[in-house]
Nanobody, 125 residues
Framework: QVELVESGGGLVQAGGSLILSCAAS????????MGWFRQAPGKEREFVAA?????????SHADSVKGRFTISRDNAKNTVYLQMDSLKSEDTAVYYC?????????????????WGQGTQVTVSS
């Protein structure tokens, strides 16, 4: 199983930007579909974006982040990124990185998924 460590979270003003990183160890990320999820206080974990192992498919599920968040990956660095622009207070959440064999498993959350420990993003209005 791959181990994932997120970084890059913090406090930012509304309208600002952050880049989250997810570094893997134990296994190469090149064979995994990767995704980002978030969980706000009192809410269920929400699927944010995912990218397939071969870049052939990229999804951004949450309507509220379309056009503002971009997922990317650098397999040579074993790292996945989430570029977050035009941040809003409602983006405040703990953001989790996840790895699975397919994007479908990430979206459905049915199957084997490796999770990171999460990184806090707080957007002040």
């Amino acid at each position: 199983q791959v181990e994932l460590v997120e970084s890059g979270g913090g406090l930012v003003q509304a309208g600002g930007s952050l880049i989250l990183s997810c570094a893997a160890s134990g296994r190469t990320l090149g064979t995994y579909a990767m995704g980002w999820f978030r969980q706000a206080p009192g809410k269920e974990r929400e699927f944010v974006a995912a990218i397939s192992a071969t870049w052939s498919e990229r999804l951004s599920h949450a309507d509220s982040v379309k056009g503002r968040f971009t997922i990317s990956r650098d397999n040579a660095k074993n790292t996945v990124y989430l570029q977050m622009d035009s941040l809003k207070s409602e983006d405040t959440a703990v953001y989790y990185c996840a790895a699975a064999s397919t994007v479908a498993i990430l979206r459905s959350r049915r199957g084997s998924i490796s999770w990171g420990q999460g990184t806090q993003v707080t957007v002040s209005s």
